[in-house]
């Protein structure tokens, strides 16, 4: 068998102890040479006599999945699949897992990162002062404010926890859980409306899909409190990013942290390189622990999916 590992927090480290069953297996590794998600035409020419993909965040279209005739199997490195055409590949036979809450913590984290960096501009502090500058700038605590968490799951929970923790008043809205639930996690449920016109920070936790795409709109911005905070460690998508710079310029926001990106790498962003946004590269997922649970859990589902069984998580 031929396995192409693709995640870039992985292709790095071919000899990941998390991949040695797959070399047991009698597998052949090859990993994405690129260093970023593969495009299209670099999948086709790397998927010649593969069977199964250990995925990142690469681009599997209906062109990709009619080219590959040995590919079986695609294990998602993560939870999201908004990158692979899922119909495309159930014409195909190929089948679709993914590893939800295997990288959990670790997101959930970067996103209370990226509030506390936001909130306290601490990147630009950082920079003024290596530059022999000795600044005061004045930053917002995040104590006492509301944050709105859009989206429960497993990093969306992490992150409530931590932030109430820190004393912040969490809500949160789920279209997939009851208020009970959503009481159930210590979260005060709220109308996704209400998050955005009440919260003081919004963090997002969702796919992108036809009905997320640019849910983060001028007008919804223009309704959020004077000075809130976006953070998005989830998809780029979300958010309509020349209406985020202008309600930025504007001063309707404080300041933005963002791991994710319209388009990535974002050479053409209105938002990175603004001083008012903390940007990260698409790194939730990359810490030690998260990359070795991640990486198991896609192995197993590979694994398994490959022998004919049922997958752990199976997607198609």
Known sequence: MKALITPTSLSKQPDHPALDPLRQAGAEIMVNPYGRPMAPDELIEALDGVEGVIAGLDSFTEEVFAAAD??????????????IDLEAAQRAEVRVTNAPGANGHSVA?????LMFAVARQIPQT????????WPRFQGIELAGRRLGVLGLGFIGRGLARMASGIGMDV?????GLTE??????????AGQDEIFSRCDVLSLHIPLNEHTRHLVSAQRIAGMPQGAIIINTARGGLIDEQAAAEALDAGQLHGIGLDAYETEPPTGSPLVGHPRVVATPHSGAHSEE???RTAS???ENLLAAMRGEEP???IV
Not at 109 to 113: D, F, I, M, V
């Open 70 to 83: 040995s590919l079986r199997v695609i294990a998602r490195y993560g939870v999201g699949y908004d990158r």
């Open 290 to 292: 998260s990359v070795a």
């Open 126 to 133: 950082s920079s003024a002062v290596a530059a022999g500058q």
């Open 297 to 299: 859990a896609a192995v």
């Open 312 to 314: 752990p998580s199976p």
């Open 171 to 175: 809500c949160g809205f789920d279209p």
């Open 180 to 189: 009970e639930q959503i009481r159930g996690f210590g979260v005060t449920p």
């Open 109 to 113: 984290e970067l996103a209370l990162g």
